[in-house]
């Protein structure tokens, strides 16, 4: 669909106006507002032809037009362009995430912090999951008798405690030397690579090995990780969800999990820093239909990513939105990059 510049410039200032104000935007409204160079007649023509082409409607109870679907997605593509995070905001949100501390789950509950913040809308964020689980640490501590404790770091920072039954009663030097050997024999190594390491440790470090293999096995399989949320109540106070249904709607993406990583796993690009706006559901997802989500993916690509991204009204000032979840998603990355000692 083209559009003449007028006619896009119309378009752009419908919408930010609606976003602002939740109220129909009149010809005499913008013609006051912006000082356009043309009539309020030309105004109206202009807006009879973007409702024609199904971009802008006309409310029963006013004579201003509201964007629909259709509009934000045309603005969204063709109109809005390149936006950039203010630098006052991007310096301030880089502050916040290098004041945080090293544990993963800070980093998860400041993004989807930062996110709501700035985005002014609802934040989520999953857990870094690797292509595969990759070991990075172990410790190995005394209990009673053949109960060991291991704390078990996998690549992400994701860590996995669990008691282990030995065969025989081993001493903490014992327990603490084979764990020193096994982090430099194991490091970064899958469940299928240790298997084939261990064959060159003795019995004992082997016996070790194959319960950290198979405490890895499932973690392996894992897909998508815990979700992150913030700003969930800032959604639902909009207008748009005043009414029951959609209140409904919005709160099942938000807190089921379920969904949302099935969401997530059938719509996010598995290319990490491509930011994917989805309006209305896109028509394909029933829940969404009240809800627009901007998403990217992060971290660092066949070695560990997540998902991010913001969730709110179909009214969402999304320049905002994804200049957002841009600079998140490379911060985030970037973090990661560290994490993995990638260049």
Not at 178 to 194: E, K, Y
Not at 221 to 229: E, L, N, V
Request: hydrophobic letters at 45%; charged letters at 20%; aromatic letters at 6%.
């Amino acid at each position: 669909m083209e559009l003449t510049g007028r006619q896009r410039t119309l378009l752009g200032l419908i919408i930010r106006e609606y976003v602002d104000s939740t109220v129909p935007v009149s010809s005499k409204g913008l013609l006051r507002k912006y000082a356009l160079p043309f009539s309020s007649a030309t105004i109206r023509n202009e807006m009879a032809a973007l409702t024609e082409r199904g971009l802008i409607r006309q409310p029963h109870t006013s004579a201003g037009r509201v964007p629909t679907e259709e509009g934000y997605r045309y603005f969204v593509r063709q109109v809005m362009g390149e936006v950039e995070l203010p630098l006052a905001e991007q310096n301030t949100i880089s502050h916040q995430f290098h004041q945080a501390g090293p544990e993963v789950s800070q980093w998860m509950r400041l993004a989807a912090s930062v996110l709501s913040q700035h985005a002014r809308v609802a934040g989520l964020i999953t857990l870094p999951q690797s292509a595969s689980a990759y070991y990075k640490h172990v410790e190995l501590i005394a209990t009673q008798g053949r109960q060991v404790l291991m704390v078990l770091v996998l690549g992400g920072g994701e860590i996995r405690q669990q008691m282990l039954s030995l065969a025989e009663p081993a001493p903490q030097e014992q327990l603490s030397e084979a764990a020193v050997h096994l982090n430099t024999a194991f490091f970064n190594l899958d469940h299928g690579a240790i298997s084939i390491a261990a064959a060159r440790l003795n019995t004992f470090e082997q016996e070790i090995a194959r319960l950290i293999r198979d405490v890895m096995v499932p973690k392996a399989a894992a897909h998508t990780g815990d979700i992150y949320y913030d700003g969930v109540s800032k959604v639902l106070a909009e207008p748009e969800f005043a009414e029951v249904d959609a209140a409904m709607h919005a709160r099942r993406v938000l807190e089921e999990q379920a969904f949302l990583k099935e969401f997530l796993a059938k719509v996010l690009s598995p290319n990490v820093g491509s930011v994917q706006v989805v309006i209305g559901g896109e028509g394909d997802w029933e829940e969404l239909r009240d809800c627009s989500m901007v998403l990217a993916r992060y971290g660092v690509t066949n070695v560990a990513t997540g998902a991010l991204g913001v969730l709110g009204p179909t009214r969402m000032a999304y320049g905002r939105a994804v200049s957002t979840v841009r600079y998140v998603a490379e911060l985030m990355t970037d973090l990661m990059a560290e994490t993995y000692g990638e260049s």
